[in-house]
Nanobody
Framework: QVYLAESGGEWVQAGDSLRLSCTASGLTFTSYAMAWFRQAPGKEREYVGSISYNGARTRYEDSLEGRFTISRDNSKNTVYLQMNNLNVDDTATYYC???????????????????WGQGTQVTVSA
């Protein structure tokens, strides 16, 4: 059974940094692209960024590039989301997701992802 476990979410103040982690089990991690999405209350789940199966390529939602960085450690079956200079609009539940395709160009589309975690809450106060 595939399991994606996010961690690291917490309550922070605007301007702070935070690193989220997502550890995968039950799959061959090196065969999956990984992504982060987020969902704020009353809004659709939106794409944050993604990383190719081998870590060679990343891509981000345009508005987040420069503040958010995705990385992965295949030896630990873990993908990370480093978030800097957080603001109140970053408040959301953050989800990681796995896509079994090994394209270097990763997808921004929710339906392309095969497995999802339960999410971790990030709250940013002004």
């Amino acid at each position: 059974q595939v399991y994606l476990a996010e961690s690291g979410g917490e309550w922070v103040q605007a301007g702070d940094s935070l690193r989220l982690s997502c550890t995968a089990s039950g799959l061959t991690f090196t065969s999956y692209a990984m992504a982060w999405f987020r969902q704020a209350p009353g809004k659709e789940r939106e794409y944050v960024g993604s990383i190719s199966y081998n870590g060679a390529r990343t891509r981000y939602e345009d508005s987040l590039e420069g503040r958010f960085t995705i990385s992965r450690d295949n030896s630990k079956n873990t993908v990370y989301l480093q978030m800097n200079n957080l603001n109140v609009d970053d408040t959301a539940t953050y989800y990681c997701a796995a896509d079994r395709r090994t394209n270097l160009i990763t997808s921004r589309t929710k339906s392309d992802y095969d497995y999802w975690g339960q999410g971790t809450q990030v709250t940013v106060s002004a």
